[in-house]
Each structure stands twice: as C-alpha cells, then as structure tokens.
C-alpha cells in the first residue's frame, strides 16, 4: 500500500506536482570528473533551476571523462564546450535554454545590453 507523505493531502501540489513535471524538458549537464567540473555544472543547474523552475522537468547532472562537458534540453544539444569555445557564461546559457523553451520570453535584465 503507498502511504502519502505526512501532512500531504491527496490532490495537493505536492501529489500532483510530479505528473505535471514529468511533461517539462530535462536538462542534462555531462562534465569531465577529471577535470573537476563538477562544482561549475552545479552552479549552472541552480541557475537555469532558479530562472526556469516553473518550466523544467528536471536538471540532472551526468559525469563523463576526457573533457566531456555539454548541456542537452531533451535530444537537443544546447552547449557543447569544443563546439562552442569553452563554458558559457551565465547570460548565454540562460538565453539559449529561453530560445528552446520559449523564445519569446523576456529574461529582464539578462536580456539587456
């Protein structure tokens, strides 16, 4: 028998939240162990988690070797560090992961020159 947890009502965000976050994107972030790109990836998956909350499934974080590091929305390649010159800085990566969610979305001040 599957218990709710305490102080949960059935039909609450809390029980409903979960069929709903399963139909939001998952964003993946592979980096490098070797390289120790783990601290870096995590500030990456907090950023787009506190921008995009209401609108991304889940962020996982996927450890790879040999100067892996990529960010993928789904099967869609958003960041690639050899294709795309190095890391992206915070404004870019939010604004690529705007363009494949929702491109009309305005970001406030990231969006500004």
């Known amino acids: 028998m599957h218990e709710e947890p305490a102080g949960v009502n059935p039909g609450s965000d809390v ?16 980096y490098c162990t070797q390289c120790n790109w783990l601290l870096r990836s995590a ?11 209401d609108d991304l499934g889940e962020v996982a974080l996927i450890p790879a070797s040999g100067g892996a590091f990529r960010i993928e929305i789904g099967t869609a390649l958003v960041w690639e560090r050899v294709r795309d010159g190095g890391f992206p800085d915070v404004k870019a990566l939010k604004q690529r992961v705007r363009d494949h969610l929702d491109p009309a979305r305005d970001l406030g001040h990231i969006d500004r020159p």
């Not at 500030?43 to 909350?53: D, I, V």
Request: glycine share 4%; charged share 20%; net charge positive.
């Open 43 to 53: 500030w990456m998956a907090q950023e787009l988690l506190s921008t995009f909350r």
């Open 15 to 30: 029980t409903s939240d979960s069929a709903g976050r399963a139909q939001r994107p998952r964003v993946a972030i592979t």
